[in-house]
């Protein structure tokens, strides 16, 4: 991403937006001023480590390990040597969450990734960074994701990365009533997607 299109997206959190970064290597433009956290190097080594979350311990290699220290974010996260893995900061009006981990190339990578923990993290911090979540569901293979349209209504969309039909088993937060735009609230097809309203009562 060009610096253009960068400062574009930080304009964005300035104004509200939550942003997901992580980080697998490379430079950083303006690293401080954009996480709040400040680098002490790198370590160029296929380091194994483990980072603590409230779910669990999490396996995780990186090629070259960034070692930071908070001068601003909060702290969520950290691995058995006392290293941030993940944090959150506060840009503007709007929240930077800073992973200090490769975890897309490693999920990847990974035969069956989504069998183990790694999707944990993702829940992890949306948690901390969706105040209220109207549609919810267990299952590690189906993201459910929210679209505002206005105040009271929003399009949900459920998509299933796996091979098999799952049952949604959709929880929805009191106040909200689901309605199917394409699709079933009862099942969702393998490798495929279903639309939803979501709407305030």
Same mark, same amino acid.
């Given at each position: 991403?060009?610096?253009?299109?960068?400062?574009?997206?930080? !304009?964005?959190?300035?104004?509200?937006?939550?942003?997901?970064?992580?980080?697998?290597?490379?430079?950083?433009?303006?690293? !401080? !001023?954009?996480?709040?956290?400040?680098?002490?190097?790198?370590?160029?080594?296929?380091?194994?480590?483990?980072?603590?979350?409230?779910?669990?311990?999490?396996?995780?290699?990186?090629?070259?390990?960034?070692?930071?220290?908070?001068?601003?974010?909060?702290?969520?996260?950290?691995? !058995?040597?006392?290293?941030?893995?993940?944090?959150?900061?506060?840009?503007?009006?709007?929240?930077?969450?800073?992973?200090?981990?490769?975890?897309?190339?490693? +999920?990847?990578?990974? #035969?069956?990734?989504?069998?183990?923990? #790694? #999707?944990? =993290?993702?829940?992890?911090?949306?948690?901390?960074? =969706?105040?209220?979540?109207?549609?919810?569901?267990?299952?590690?293979?189906?993201?459910?994701?929210?679209?505002?349209?206005?105040?009271?209504?929003?399009? =949900?969309?459920?998509?299933? #990365?796996?091979?098999?039909?799952?049952?949604?088993?959709?929880?929805?937060?009191?106040?909200?009533? +689901?309605?199917?735009?394409?699709?079933?609230?009862?099942?969702?097809?393998?490798?495929?997607?279903?639309?939803?309203?979501?709407?305030? +009562?």
């Amino acid at each position: 991403m060009n610096q253009y299109a960068f400062k574009k997206v930080y !304009e964005k959190v300035a104004d509200g937006a939550t942003l997901y970064i992580s980080y697998n290597g490379g430079d950083f433009f303006h690293f !401080e !001023e954009y996480t709040g956290l400040r680098s002490n190097g790198i370590v160029r080594s296929r380091t194994s480590h483990t980072a603590s979350f409230d779910f669990g311990d999490v396996e995780y290699k990186c090629e070259q390990e960034l070692l930071v220290e908070s001068v601003g974010a909060q702290p969520l996260v950290y691995n !058995e040597d006392g290293n941030i893995v993940l944090s959150c900061f506060n840009y503007g009006k709007g929240r930077v969450f800073f992973l200090n981990m490769p975890l897309e190339s490693t +999920l990847a990578e990974t #035969y069956g990734a989504y069998a183990d923990d #790694y #999707y944990k =993290i993702y829940q992890f911090f949306t948690d901390k960074a =969706i105040s209220t979540k109207i549609v919810t569901t267990p299952h590690p293979d189906l993201s459910v994701t929210q679209h505002k349209v206005d105040d009271s209504r929003y399009v =949900i969309a459920a998509v299933n #990365y796996s091979d098999k039909d799952l049952n949604g088993e959709f929880a929805v937060t009191d106040g909200w009533k +689901l309605t199917p735009i394409a699709g079933s609230t009862d099942c969702v097809g393998h490798c495929n997607a279903a639309f939803y309203y979501a709407d305030k +009562l």
